[in-house]
């Protein structure tokens, strides 16, 4: 009665082992680190800058306690944080500035444990310090500047159609495009349907001018907004690099905010001048006639730029195209070959340009830099095959699928593509980050022991087991946070707290149920057996409506609220095996052989 099968017990004491072992790099600590990144895409981290970075340390007498590589970056460890500072200006010195190095905290666990992917939950900004902002995207601006481009390209559109018209301007959201009469305007409407698919076009005849109203579809607005945004995530990531920031936080938050947390970053001036900084994109012509002199000198009018693979490309001075001038570039596949591509839209003036450089030029290479702070980096260089006119471009060649999405967010991301206003912005100290894991740890301690003290007071052998499962319930909770790589935060840590006392309630019911059965005068095998059947479905009642409530708040909440959530949720399902079968294991291990039991420790 009181029995599981062999395959229960087996499965249960296989999940408690995972959660001990998932559990484990919480307990190791961290070491303090720095961590070297390559700067650009084509930069790889090697044996050689593994090497590099061993040599600048042991020049400087620094000890590490390890210099490893880790994927695209070499990570190296320190004993306290004097000597990880120390040792980040002496690599700083070392590498230039072609590489990122930053601080960072790695864990102490033992390689086994991450062999099996065991790894530490991450601490949010309040438990470990640093910066936080709310930006919000001016979308308005977003779609006033794609109206004020329009305005230019309609013209261009027309021009070339050969198409008379008297004039273009905008009204509010809508742009009004007059002619002469209604020939010119039918001309004009069927030219604009093929080169502004993203416009509904209306008719409109008004104090003896036709008119033709053009205004962007919802499903643009939309789609406008949405490039936007991820432009300048893109953007804002590859700034918040140059902060030395190993684990930044950034990501958005509903349709037009974006939330940039820096752990460990205390000079909120530097943050936000790096986080405004603008970069600019240029397109000139590939000097394929000379040669680098020697000693590395370009030749008058050109100058040297490295490519995404790291070779050296000679580019004339001159600059044919800037980004100003792309109206969008998105990813897709080139229509002869299949092949990855990326498609880009130029404004009116860009496209005349573009055609003339074009014409003049089949057959040499034309080279797109990208410039940041003042630094320029070959994005792509193909070669002219024929005068390209429209204004629509495309790059191909040798391009995956994901390096073509990558090169369209990039060409977009030579600058935000809107502005962002801080509209919430707060600094935590890491002594006040690490006060919070103390009393976070010590709330949640002194819980566990009260409730342990009463409940085996109270309930005697039954109230320890519920202790036992209460610890089991924690134990799982706190491995899945590590399995899921989630960031604790303090909401978070209250969570745990709440759940400690959310758990020990179906325990108590349970308990009661055993009580209220020997009352009732059965036998204690079947009072047990008939205490957890009976508890069951209110156990899971409780459960499902608190469950409710957490998803709720996950869905409809934000940031911290969210991570009270993912806690909350999680810790309802782990009490729910640890109550039932757990608690039921050690019920069955303990009184479950004894035949003929006549009396239960249950207070």
């Known amino acids: ?25 919480n ?21 050689a800058l593994l090497g590099h970075v061993e040599s600048a340390l042991k020049t400087a007498n620094i000890n590490s306690e390890m210099v490893e590589l880790d994927g695209n970056s070499v990570k190296a460890r320190f004993a306290d944080t004097d000597v990880q500072l120390k040792a980040k200006d002496v690599i700083k010195a070392q590498l230039g500035d072609d590489y990122v190095v930053a601080l960072n905290l790695l864990p102490r666990s033992p390689r086994w444990l991450t062999s099996l992917h065991a790894l530490p939950m991450y601490l949010g900004l309040d438990l470990r310090g640093g910066v936080h902002f709310l930006l919000q995207v001016d979308m308005k601006a977003v779609l006033d500047k794609t109206l004020d481009t329009a305005t230019g390209d309609i013209r261009s559109a027309l021009r070339e159609g050969d198409i008379a018209y008297s004039g273009v301007s905008r009204e509010g959201d809508t742009l009004m495009v007059k002619f002469r009469d209604t020939t010119a305007r039918s001309k004009g409407e069927e030219q604009l349907k093929q080169r502004f698919p ?4 209306a008719e409109k005849e008004l104090n003896g ?23 300048n995530l893109l953007t804002l990531r590859n700034r918040v690099n140059e902060l030395g920031v190993a684990e930044p936080v950034i990501q958005q938050q509903g349709a037009d905010r974006v939330v940039v947390q820096l752990p460990g970053v205390q000079d909120t001036a530097r943050a936000k001048d790096i986080l405004g900084r603008t970069a600019t994109l240029e397109v000139r012509m590939v000097d394929d006639e000379h040669q680098v002199a020697t000693g590395g000198v370009a030749p008058f009018g050109t100058e040297m730029f490295k490519d995404r693979e790291g070779n050296t490309l ?23 070959s299949g092949e990855a591509a990326v498609h880009i839209n130029l404004d009116g003036i860009g496209a005349r340009k573009f055609k003339d450089a074009t014409r003049e030029n089949i057959n040499k290479r034309m080279a797109i830099i990208l410039f940041e702070k003042g630094k320029g980096e070959v994005v792509t260089a193909p070669v002219i095959r024929e005068e390209i006119g429209g204004g629509r471009v ?9 390096e073509a999405q990558d090169t369209a967010l990039l060409l977009r991301a030579g600058a935000l593509a809107a ?31 009260l409730i342990s003290v009463f409940m085996a007071a109270y309930y005697m052998m039954f109230g320890t087991i519920s202790v036992l499962a209460l610890a089991a319930n924690l134990l799982l909770l706190i491995a899945m946070l590590s399995m899921l790589q989630a960031t604790l935060t303090l909401p978070g840590m209250a969570g745990i707290a709440l759940t400690l006392g959310m758990a020990i309630d179906s325990n108590v019911l349970i308990n009661e149920r055993i009580r209220e059965e020997l009352r009732n005068g059965i036998s204690p095998q079947a009072a047990i057996n008939a205490g957890y059947q009976n508890a069951f479905a209110t156990i899971v009642d409780s459960n499902i409506t608190n469950l409710i409530a957490g998803i709720a708040l996950f869905l409809f909440g934000s940031g911290p609220i969210k991570g009270f959530a993912v806690v909350l949720c999680l810790g309802i399902l782990t009490s729910m095996f640890s109550s039932v079968l757990v608690s039921r294991a050690i019920v069955n291990f303990i009184y479950g052989r004894r035949a003929r039991l006549t009396h239960v420790s249950i207070g």
Do not use: C, H
């Open 419 to 449: 502005p962002m206003q801080i509209i919430e912005e707060r600094t935590v100290g890491p002594s006040l980050g690490a006060d919070n894991i103390s009393r976070g740890f010590n709330s949640t301690k002194i819980g566990f022991i």
């Open 394 to 402: 495309q790059i191909s060649g040798k391009m995956t699928t994901e």
């Open 1 to 25: 009665m009181n029995r599981y099968p062999l395959w229960k017990n087996l499965m249960i004491l296989a999940v408690l082992l995972a959660g001990l072992i998932y559990t484990l790099p």
């Open 27 to 47: 307990f190791y600590g961290e070491s303090p680190a720095v961590q070297i990144l390559p700067l650009r895409s084509s930069m790889k981290a090697d044996l």
């Open 198 to 201: 993203d416009y509904a076009l």
């Open 209 to 231: 001018e036709f008119l033709l109203q053009a205004g962007l579809k919802p499903q643009a607005q939309q789609r406008i907004g949405e490039s936007a945004v991820q432009q």
């Open 314 to 336: 000679l580019v004339k001075k001159e600059v044919l195209l800037t980004g100003e001038r792309i109206n969008d570039a998105q990813p897709g596949f080139d229509s002869r």
